[in-house]
């Protein structure tokens, strides 16, 4: 069973970067998709990048040109670097498979962009 676990997030000024990790506790290799979603107070969850086992990426409009996704199958880890941050990037931030599982949601990280 795959534990995944967020951190990196924390207060940063607009304009500022931040680098986000997903560790997860077992072999991610069996997760052929994994991406990382959002979630903004009043907002629903969604999905902001994905990548596939192979490398393919995928980004949300909102996040394109300034996010980074990655991924390291011996590390069993994903990151998430994030550049240019808005205030309206402001959410908790998940890593899940892609589409989600229910039992990969962990507590997420927050992340909020104010001056």
């Known amino acids: 069973q795959v534990r995944l676990v967020e951190s990196g997030g924390g207060l940063v000024q607009p304009g500022g970067s931040l680098r986000l990790t997903c560790a997860a506790s077992?072999?991610?290799?069996?997760?052929?998709?994994m991406g990382w979603y959002r979630q903004a107070p009043g907002k629903l969850r969604a999905l902001v990048a994905r990548?596939?086992?192979?490398?393919?990426?995928f980004y949300a409009d909102s996040v394109k040109g300034r996010f980074t996704i990655s991924r390291d199958n011996v590390k069993n880890t994903v990151y998430l670097q994030m550049a240019s941050l808005k205030p309206e990037d402001t959410a908790v931030y998940y890593c899940?498979?892609?589409?989600?599982?229910?039992?990969?949601w962990g507590q997420g990280t927050q992340v909020t962009v104010s001056s």
């Open positions: 899940n498979s892609a589409p989600p599982e229910i039992k990969y």
């Open positions: 077992g072999s991610i290799f069996s997760i052929n998709d």
């Open positions: 990548i596939t086992s192979g490398g393919s990426i």
